[in-house]
């Protein structure tokens, strides 16, 4: 009672063999795309780890390139076979290291698909490590005389401009922080220490914003600076103004960004594992088919292939029957052992 | 009537001819297909910088021909390919036998001619584009404040952007903006400033970007001299589009000076071919020599016989033609 039992002719053998080797090949390519969308999805990842406070996860990445590198050798091992196959004394050679290569395939395909679905949840981590990463940045943006964090202004208004974004969540963000550095601050003038006399911690807070985060579709010159204060414009309500500055927050903006790039390498991870499947279910139906010839100094008669050899309860509790086997015959071994020695030691 | 630059071919030559003719064609194709995307990318940039560059500029010619000239070499390199494989295989060489011929005077006169022209253009339009920039950014520079106008409330989003992405800040240098009436007030009229728009701030300076009252020595007491002068972009947007241009329109002039060296030597191989299997009469295998020649005859040989030719065809044919004045077997337009 074989699982989806099928007829095979000589004719229909080689054509499996031939058809598999060219989807093999195919499948190569696929491992080098996969490859390449794991390394360029790390690139992405480290040319922003500044803002995500260097302790974003590299998994999804590393997790790729592994899987297309091991696709690549896989298949290319595959097509061997499905070449070799069509001549029967290549093919001895072959026949005792089927069943095991089989198993690691259907392993892979498994861990294919947990890679697969891992690339559409890794949105949640990436959005906390983001949150965090974008405050600190904030916060050292005034210390460009710092070493180690002397990049980080120039980081976080590169960032504004290219994603088209302010702050973490709004431009507010900015009026909370101090992100105009002492040394730029007039101490003399009668205004700086005021403003800062009248905040507790004596820092210099401002209703203002960098340059970075104005919208160049604005209709007038951009508004940085008392942007609360609606008589220092002319004609400006700050709570209808919508053009002049980013309204987006860069944690969304940046978010959006992976997820849709995380997304897209998702789909294509599950285009590739569909392929993987049909590749991993023709290889066993041609070495079930090579197998079950029975006359091997005919080549051409006809044969059966099939997925299992019986169903799958019947396969399933063989399987069990078999690790029990393994571990009764490891205790029996061992009994045996310590029989052995008991008379030895009597 | 001796051929022009005759060459002995017997089988084997004849053979390798085939094959490098083959390579050569493949070639040309890559080189071609190569030089169309080139062009359109050119185009491209083009399209994205059209209110900096003034209408009267010509320069939009040059990746327009070259793109054509593209086109010519892929076309070119294809029929050589064909044609080479072909003439290694006597079943598939007859129906070449008739086409190669008008096909080599258009590749040469068509693709050749518009090579030749996309060259002439790589070398004398990029002069063109530092009056045409001139134009195009003082135009825009001038149209920055009318975002209420039509026609030009775009200027000042693209000029912003202009000068975020290329890392640049007005004409030829911050100061540019100080003679433009960059906002319009309602109480005042018009009236000039001595700031800047945001776009020129240069992220790598280290302090908060000073964008107002530039001129004024004592409007920011805390601003040292000696430091290198990283508040805002150095650069003057006429300087980088020129280079960035003329950059572009160098290496698209290069790569056509690649295809045009790649389709001379693609028709030269296919004439040598085609007339030297003429001298087998078309049949491959042959083993004995042929004579491979660019032209049947010398220039002025040739017109007389197309003269002849010409005044044959309007007399009412003789029964008795002569056989020397039987056409040449390329037919007429060989010249």
């Known amino acids: 009672m074989a699982l989806l039992k099928v007829k095979f002719d000589q004719m229909k053998r080689v054509k499996l063999a031939q058809g598999l080797w060219l989807m093999n090949w195919l499948s190569v390519l696929a491992g080098i795309v996969i490859f390449s969308l794991g390394l360029f999805l790390k690139i992405e990842l ?72 891992c690339c559409f949840l890794m949105r949640g981590s990436l959005e ?11 916060k050292y943006y005034r210390d460009t005389d710092t070493p180690g964090r002397c990049f980080m202004k120039k980081t976080i208004d590169m960032l504004q401009i290219e994603f088209k974004c302010c702050g973490n969540n709004g431009f507010r963000d900015w009026f909370e922080i101090q ?68 309204v987006n927050g860069c944690r969304v903006a940046l978010l959006n960004y992976y997820s849709s790039l995380m997304n897209s390498m998702g789909a294509v991870a599950l285009l590739v594992w569909l392929f993987e499947v049909t590749i991993t279910i023709g290889l066993r139906y ?61 | 009537m001796a051929p022009v630059l005759p060459l002995v071919l017997p089988l084997q030559p004849r053979v390798r001819l085939a094959q490098g003719l083959w390579l050569l064609s493949w070639l040309l194709a890559l080189a071609g297909g190569l030089a169309l995307l080139y062009s359109g990318h050119l185009l491209a940039q083009l399209w994205l910088l059209r209110t900096f560059l003034a209408p ?64 002439g253009l790589a070398l004398a339009l990029p002069g063109s584009l530092d009056a045409g920039l001139e134009d195009g950014l003082g135009t825009a520079l001038a149209h920055y404040k009318d975002t209420e106008v039509p026609g030009h409330c775009h200027a000042k989003r693209l000029l912003d952007e202009l000068q975020l992405r290329h890392h640049c800040c007005g ?78 329109a160098s290496v698209l002039g290069g790569g056509l000076a690649v295809t045009f060296l790649l389709q001379i030597l693609v028709l030269l191989g296919l004439r040598y071919l085609q007339t030297a299997l003429e001298g087998v009469e078309g049949v491959i295998d042959a083993e004995g020599d042929t004579q491979g020649y660019l032209f049947p005859s010398g220039l002025k040989d040739m ?33």
């Open chain 1, 46 to 117: 480290r040319k922003r780890s500044e803002v995500m406070n260097n302790s974003e996860s590299h998994f999804v990445p590393n997790s790729l390139i592994g899987m297309g590198v091991l696709s690549c050798v896989f298949n290319s091992l595959a097509g061997k076979i499905c070449y070799d196959a069509l001549d029967p004394a290549k093919y001895a050679k072959w026949k005792p290291w089927l069943k095991p290569y089989l198993a690691v395939c259907v392993l892979f395909n498994i861990a294919l698909l947990l890679v697969t679905l």
């Open chain 1, 179 to 246: 992100w105009i550095s002492n040394r730029y601050l007039d101490f003399s003038s009668k205004e700086v220490k005021d403003r800062i006399k009248s905040n507790v911690d004596g820092r210099y807070l401002v209703d203002g914003v960098p340059f970075s985060c104005c919208n160049p579709s604005s209709p007038r010159p951009c508004i940085q600076y008392q942007l609360t204060n609606n008589s220092a414009h002319y004609s400006y309500d700050h709570q209808t103004e919508e053009l002049n500055l980013w």
């Open chain 1, 286 to 346: 041609l070495h079930t088919a090579l197998e079950s010839v029975s006359n091997p100094e005919d080549p051409e008669c006809e044969s059966e292939g099939w997925l299992l050899e019986k169903s799958v309860s019947e396969t399933w509790k063989a399987f069990l029957e078999s690790l029990k086997k393994l571990g009764k015959s490891n205790q029996v071994e061992a009994e045996g052992a310590d029989a052995g020695q008991a008379p030895e030691a009597g």
């Open chain 2, 56 to 119: 009267s500029c010509p320069f939009a010619a040059l990746p327009q021909v070259a793109l054509a000239a593209g086109l010519g070499a892929l076309g070119t390199g294809l029929v050589g390919a064909g044609a080479s494989r072909a003439s290694l295989d006597a079943a598939q060489y007859p129906p070449w036998r008739k086409v190669l011929g008008p096909l080599l005077v258009l590749g040469t006169a068509g693709g050749g001619g518009l090579l030749i022209l996309a060259l």
């Open chain 1, 128 to 138: 906390s490590t983001l949150a965090h990463g974008l405050k600190n940045g904030m």
């Open chain 2, 171 to 248: 004409r030829h240098g911050y100061k540019d903006w100080f003679g433009i009436h960059r906002i319009q007030s309602n109480v005042e009229g018009l009236y000039l400033i001595d700031g800047v728009p945001f776009s020129c701030c240069n992220p790598h300076s280290p302090r908060p970007c000073l964008q107002s009252r530039l001129s004024e020595p004592h409007a920011h007491p805390l601003f040292d001299p000696r430091q290198p002068n990283l508040n805002l972009w150095a650069q003057g947007c006429h300087g980088v589009l020129l280079q960035h241009l003329q950059d572009l």
């Open chain 2, 303 to 335: 017109l007389k016989t197309a003269w002849r030719q010409g005044g044959v065809a309007h007399r009412p044919a003789p029964e008795e033609a002569p056989p020397e004045e039987a056409p040449p077997k390329e037919g007429l337009p060989e010249a």
